[in-house]
């Protein structure tokens, strides 16, 4: 067992919403069409009088104790003990889609050809050869940091240790999520004056003042 | 200061990186822009505000904050009177302006509202030609110094406001003809305009004459919107008014290549010995573009035959040279000559120009009484192509090379270099060559007896003449230049082609080239480019390296000598707040009810579509299906519109749009935004039938909709699209409409 623990770090005060993260896991991991690892969440937010477009890149977690692995009925979904990284194991995989109910940041999806359950690995297949996961390779920003949080000197950590330990998505769920951000709560605080917009398509209508 | 950074049809990411980065560093940035989109403009990044405006307004806003700064002086004085660029440099700037040349405004003068010139002074031209052999043309300024009339490049320093007689000739500088034009409305009036409080036009012109030459407008212009000539204008002359161009910090050039399709290093592309002599002095553009109407033949027979004031079927444009869309807009009328031949490559001219994408235009298009042979060379049946007679295979990016410079706002010097990457798709020909524009090109031009094509078609440095037969064997002699250009790059290691495995590639490029230049020629191939490094861009004394002769006028001689033919109006000729104005220089408000009629669209580059292309790709297609009417919240409550409802939008003209409406604080007032690249009805929408076999369309690609446009009310006898007057874009942004729920 060893005592890495790959994460990720989103600035979101770098993040511009360009969604090649989004592209470049597509075709890094040949995710089907309508389903995606990664995505990112933009709206209008306004703040203090001015209207600014948010952008909020959303993707699995990498929970310590992970509910979809307690859940998983066959162990398919695991936790890596190399590096923590939540997998799901194909091969062991019935897609009873317990997971999918479990998950607090529905980021599971479901093959609609095999019927098995899918999401981010943090390009394991490339993070364990020593590259970088395809959305960090590529994003233009550098807005996504990733590397070892138990390593303080890894570059992800001297940038956590800077920001007092980034911020967690739904932090009252009471996670330990491998992914992190920083501006995530100035940008919570917001007041929503559009849709939600996933990539470009509607995902949460707006209602009105 | 300026529109979107990314979003005005360059490169987003190239320019949202840079920003993003200037931003954390500190720099300030105010976003003029009627829609919000993604980028830099987000909650936690500092330093960026986004002020919403109307659209077609950068006229008026840019005339705002000029007269801020000429009621608080917040102009540079010293600057604005530095007559010539030499003086320019000596003042410690790298640009001049014409503040103080001298206009006459003597109305009985022939050269009324021209520029005064040595001879109108009574001062002796010395006859100076420039680097290239074109006389210098000697404008006249009053020397700060002596109070007399003097030569503009034999003066240090101009009287900036000097208004009076000069030879017995009424004159003033075109700085007070400047001051006269901005100063015609109100700040009041300027805010009720563009929407834009007068506190915010008052303290962003305040901030942008705070920080010296560290400041510049960028992306305001020429927006294909039917005023944008004007905020193009407003653009330079903001940076003219603080001496930022050219200078570290304020606008620097951009685009700094090497020579590589000219004449370069290694290869004169650009000379072709027996070249067919055509120019504006013999041949007239089909775009009606660098030439006056009263200059044409037709106006000049016109008059000879009796007729006192003849009117041009279409307008024309003499202070731009070439137009595509003024191009398709005079084939379809076919004025003023018949276009016997259309071919069009790797183009959807009629995609870009939405005014002209209706039945009737098509049907022109479509016939051979109109456009006798109409040929597209495309890898896609686009709304252009589907109208060919013939269509060219071509290649894809992938398939295909190109030299090109960077864009996005990119400071330094360079040039990227696209080469196939795999075998064209397209069918194979004659010397184991692929069908290709260039191929297409060269064998139709052999065919023609054409010089610059064929076997003996391209000289080297020595004057050895080399062949042009396909695309290979003038792009990598264009790589060959740029890999010589300055110092030659090294050559590239045994090591580099087995990695990037460039022992395999075609025979013909390695004999496109000397065995010399091979291995020059791979270094720069397996580096996508080169690029000079970016230290070399800041040049001496806070200059950009990249600085040359820069004039920036505050006075057009060509807008101001014209007289429009449909009305006698004479337009102004200096930044104002003109509006949108039509052929005959009425306003398009003159026509039509603005309370009926209170929006104008901005049509915007989204993150997912190119103006044209993109919606081919699934990928693009899963991140954004459709497009959708942008509508503030506010209006969309005054109208009873809410997020997701089906709307109406109805042009003046009664155009039809129909979509999806996102209701949003990210959209201006009275403005209604629709991101292009959707709605397509041909790129694959339709099916089509090749060859006995169908090829099925998706209704995917044709999700969405494509902003129409409306036609100019004041040209009757033609179909004209609301189309800039100056810069003979298409009005794609502003007109007059009206939203309902559907």
């Known amino acids: 067992m060893s005592n890495k623990r790959l994460g990720m770090l989103i600035d979101l005060s770098l993040c511009i919403g360009c969604n090649a993260c989004a592209v470049a896991c597509k075709q890094e991991n040949d995710i089907p069409l309508t389903k995606f690892n990664t995505w990112v969440e933009s709206w209008d937010a306004e703040k203090g009088g001015n209207v600014y477009r948010a952008n909020v890149p959303k993707q699995c977690n990498h929970c310590e104790d992970a509910p979809c692995v307690s859940v998983c009925p066959t162990k398919a979904s695991h936790i890596d003990p190399e590096t923590g990284i939540v997998l799901v194991d194909r091969d062991r995989c019935i897609g009873c889609k317990y997971c999918m109910v479990a998950c607090p940041y529905s980021v599971r999806w479901c093959d609609d050809v095999t019927g098995e359950v899918e999401k981010c690995t943090f390009c394991y297949h490339r993070t364990t050869q020593g590259l970088l996961p395809a959305c960090v390779a590529t994003c233009v920003t550098k807005a996504r940091l990733f590397g070892d949080l138990n390593d303080p000197e890894s570059d992800i950590s001297k940038r956590l240790a800077e920001v007092g330990g980034g911020e967690i998505l739904h932090e009252e769920l009471g996670q330990d999520t491998a992914l992190r951000y920083i501006g995530l709560k100035d940008t919570e605080a917001c007041e929503r004056v559009s849709a939600i917009h996933k990539g470009g398509n509607v995902y949460k209508k707006y209602e009105g003042r | ?742």
Request: hydrophobic share 35%; net charge negative; with cysteine.
């Open chain 2, 1 to 742: 200061m300026g529109q979107f950074p990314g979003g005005t049809g360059k490169s987003f990411q190239g320019i949202s990186k840079r920003a993003m980065a200037a931003l954390h560093k500190g720099c300030k940035m105010d976003v003029f822009d009627p829609a919000l989109a993604n980028g830099c403009v987000t909650p936690t990044t500092p330093n960026i505000t986004w002020h919403p405006i109307r659209t077609a307004t950068n006229d008026a806003f840019g005339s705002a904050l000029v007269r801020w700064m000429m009621e608080h002086k917040a102009y540079n004085t010293e600057f604005l009177s530095l007559p010539n660029y030499q003086a320019g440099v000596a003042g410690g700037y790298a640009s001049y302006t014409d503040a103080t040349h001298l206009v006459i405004v003597d109305e009985s003068s022939a050269s009324y509202r021209k520029f005064m010139r040595a001879a109108d002074a009574g001062i002796e031209d010395p006859g100076e030609t420039d680097s290239k052999g074109a006389a210098i043309v000697q404008y006249v300024v009053i020397d700060a110094e002596t109070g007399e009339p003097a030569l503009h490049t034999k003066c240090s320093k101009g009287d900036l406001e000097f208004e009076g007689e000069v030879n017995g000739v009424k004159v003033r500088t075109a700085f007070l003809m400047f001051r006269d034009s901005v100063m015609q409305k109100t700040m009041d009036e300027y805010a009720q305009i563009t929407g834009v409080p007068v506190s915010v036009l008052e303290a962003t012109a305040k901030e942008f004459t705070s920080h010296g030459v560290k400041a510049s407008a960028n992306s305001m212009g020429g927006t294909a919107v039917v005023n944008g000539a004007e905020a193009t204008m407003g653009y330079r002359l903001l940076n003219a008014m603080i001496g930022s161009n050219q200078m570290v910090g304020g606008s620097v050039p951009r685009r700094n290549s090497a020579a590589t399709t000219s004449d370069g290093t290694r290869y004169k592309i650009a000379t072709v010995a027996g070249k067919p002599s055509v120019s504006t002095k013999n041949a007239t553009y089909i775009s009606r573009n660098a030439c006056a109407w009263t200059k044409t033949d037709e106006y000049k027979n016109r008059k000879a035959q009796g007729e006192a004031d003849p009117k041009p079927l279409l307008p024309w444009f003499p202070s731009t040279t070439v137009s595509d869309n003024q191009a398709l807009t005079s084939i379809v009328n076919q004025y003023p000559y018949k276009a016997k031949i259309l071919l069009t490559w790797m183009s959807n001219t009629i995609e870009a120009s939405p005014g002209l994408f209706n039945d009737e235009v098509r049907a022109r298009l479509c016939d051979p009484d109109v456009v006798p042979l109409f040929l597209a060379c495309d890898v896609f049946m686009g709304e252009m192509a589907s109208m060919a007679d013939y269509i060219i295979p071509d290649t894809t990016p992938y398939e295909s090379f190109g030299v090109v410079t960077n864009e996005g706002y990119w400071p330094g010097r360079g040039n990227t270099v696209r080469w196939p990457i795999k075998t064209p798709e397209s069918v194979e020909i004659s010397g184991g060559r692929h069908a290709s524009y260039e191929a297409f090109i060269c064998d139709v031009a052999k065919a023609c007896g054409a010089p610059g094509f064929g076997d003996n078609a391209i000289a080297d440095a020595d004057g050895t003449m080399h062949p042009f037969n396909d695309a290979c064997d003038l792009f990598l002699k264009a790589v060959a230049n740029l890999a010589y250009d300055t110092t030659p790059v090294d050559d590239i290691t045994d090591d580099e082609i087995k990695l990037q495995a460039l022992d395999n590639l075609p025979a013909a490029w390695k004999n496109a080239v000397s065995a010399e230049e091979w291995p020059k020629v791979l270094k720069v191939l397996s580096r996508g480019g080169r690029f000079w490094p970016i230290e070399m861009a800041q040049g001496k004394d806070g200059r950009s390296a990249f600085a040359q002769t820069f004039e920036s006028r505050l006075y057009s001689e060509i807008i101001g000598t014209s007289v429009n033919p449909y009305s006698g109006k004479r337009p102004t000729a200096s930044l104002n707040a003109a509006g949108q104005l039509m052929a005959d220089q009425s306003l398009l408000e003159d026509h039509f009810s603005r309370e009926e009629f209170p929006f104008v669209s901005t049509n915007y580059k989204p993150r997912f579509r190119s103006i044209s292309m993109q919606s081919n790709s699934p990928i693009m297609r899963d991140l954004c299906k459709h497009n959708y009417i942008e509508i503030n919240i506010d209006d969309a409550a005054k109208l009873g519109i809410s997020d997701g409802d089906t709307v109406k939008v109805t042009s003046a003209g009664g155009d039809i749009m129909v979509g999806e409406a996102m209701v949003r604080a990210g959209t201006a007032p009275t403005t209604f935004a629709v991101a292009y690249g959707y709605g397509h009805h041909f790129y694959g929408a339709k099916s089509w039938e090749v060859d006995g076999q169908t090829v099925d369309g998706n209704d995917a690609i044709a999700a969405g909709i494509h902003l129409v446009t409306m036609r100019d009310p004041t040209i009757t006898d033609a179909l004209y699209y609301l189309s800039d007057n100056n810069a003979a874009a298409p009005g794609r942004n502003g007109g007059m409409y009206k939203i309902e729920k559907a």
